[in-house]
């Protein structure tokens, strides 16, 4: 069902290796690339429009085989409320947007280089973070 990647960019130094959960093609010959997830909630637009993970996807699928031919990305998604329920959120990347994904992995890369840490404070998963400490330590001056 995962489907393993390997993407070089020319303008990074390093590939960028992930897992797409699912890639289909659909009767029409479409690309239909989907991650499957759960969530307490349902999804906005704005979060699947904005998606980083899902214009990787995008990216990659194209640069191994599937240039010039349509995408649709989704999620499937597990709602976990009191009534638990399944939901699909579609949505679809533009070339502009798969640029400005590109350069923001290269600023990234740029930042990890010159070894710039600024910590992503405020997430959830940041209680049982391994590098917690860091985070505070980095904080506090020290």
């Not at 489907?3 to 009767?27: C, H, K, M, Q, S």
Request: charge should be negative.
């Amino acid at each position: 069902m995962e489907e393993p990647f390997i993407l070089t960019l020319r303008e990074l130094a390093v590939p960028i290796i992930g897992y797409i959960d699912l890639l289909e093609e659909d009767e029409s010959g479409t690309i239909v690339i989907t991650d499957f997830k759960t969530s307490g909630r349902a999804y906005s637009n704005d979060e699947t429009d904005k998606n980083l993970q899902l214009t990787l996807y995008q990216i990659a699928v194209k640069a191994n085989g599937f240039r010039g031919r349509e995408i649709l990305l989704k999620f499937d998604c597990l709602i976990k409320t009191k009534t638990p329920k399944f939901d699909q959120f579609w949505t679809s990347r533009t070339e502009i947007e798969e640029k400005r994904a590109i350069k923001k992995i290269q600023e990234v890369w740029r930042g990890i280089h010159q070894e710039i840490f600024i910590p992503n404070d405020g997430h959830w998963k940041c209680k049982g973070c391994g590098y917690k400490k860091y985070c505070d330590e980095w904080f506090e001056g020290g």
